[in-house]
């Protein structure tokens, strides 16, 4: 399991790694998680580019806190060298999640897709947002598996 959180392990990813596993239920009709699944294929986009520098810029101010711009490049070109290529992503369903004590507190959203990499044919992706207080959904984890 690859993860790339923002330099500290949120919960929050971990959930989202179990909520696929028992089948995330996909809620299109919920505005909020057509907007999250929208900003998390926007910056996967961006990823599968191999941009790091615009998958650092377009994450959240959290996500942007716990890592340096050189240390996120280096995770992902080692994680997606690992992998290789995505040809093929399905959407698997979001979920809203909320914080438990002492995890960080703020509006998050699990968005899961089923993946096929060159390297894993059978892969999953979960990506962490964080609804920020201009109302956008940002990236602060994201989890390749």
Do not use: H, N
Not at 15 to 30: E, V
Not at 85 to 109: H, I, L
């Amino acid at each position: 399991m690859q993860s790339f959180d923002g330099g500290r392990r949120f919960v929050l990813a971990a959930l989202g790694a179990f909520a696929l596993a028992c089948g995330m239920p996909a809620t299109a009709q919920d505005p909020g998680v057509s907007m999250a699944k929208t900003a998390a294929l926007e910056w996967l986009v961006i990823a599968d580019r191999k941009d790091a520098a615009g998958t650092y810029k377009a994450a959240a101010q959290r996500f942007r806190d716990q890592i340096t711009a050189d240390r996120w490049a280096e995770a992902m070109k080692q994680v997606q060298d690992q992998f290789g290529a995505v040809s093929e992503r399905t959407f698997v369903g979001a979920k809203p999640v909320e914080p438990q004590k002492g995890d960080p507190q703020g509006t998050f959203m699990l968005v899961g897709f089923r993946t096929e990499f060159a390297k894993r044919k059978s892969g999953q992706e979960t990506v962490t947002l964080e609804r920020e207080s201009d109302g956008k959904w940002r990236v602060v984890g994201y989890l390749m598996q």
